[in-house]
């Protein structure tokens, strides 16, 4: 069994910072992609931003210079710091991880429960 457990999540004001974490356990083989995508009220699931294995990062278009994703491989954590916060990033954000739980199986995708993050004076 694998879980993703996310937390950081809050009220902010516009301009402020947040910094989510998320921490894979349970039976890992190995890990590849992780990366953090929201939902706002009303819209599709979207990507913010992933990092591979090796460390090579992607980001969403309107959050590139803003948000910095990082991990730590020993520890299956993924982390995405959030600064110049406006409004429109308020979403529910979710960890997603590309994993094996199965020496020889494929990597499946797993997902977090989410986390609210709200920008609002």
């Known amino acids: 069994q694998v879980q993703l457990v996310e937390s950081g999540g809050g009220l902010v004001q516009p301009g402020g910072s947040l910094s989510l974490t998320c921490a894979a356990s349970?039976?890992?083989?190995?890990?590849?992609?992780m990366g953090w995508y929201r939902q706002a009220p009303g819209k599709q699931r979207e990507l913010v931003a992933t990092?591979?294995?090796?460390?090579?990062?992607n980001y969403a278009g309107s959050v590139k210079g803003r948000f910095t994703i990082s991990r730590d491989s020993a520890s299956n954590t993924v982390y995405l710091q959030m600064n110049s916060l406006k409004p429109e990033d308020t979403a529910v954000y979710y960890c997603?991880?590309?994993?094996?739980?199965?020496?020889?199986?494929?990597?499946?995708?797993?997902w977090g429960q989410g986390t609210q993050v709200t920008v609002s004076s």
């Open positions: 997603n991880a590309q994993l094996r739980s199965s020496v020889g199986g494929p990597a499946y995708d797993y």
């Open positions: 349970g039976r890992i083989i190995s890990v590849n992609t």
């Open positions: 990092i591979t294995s090796g460390g090579g990062t």
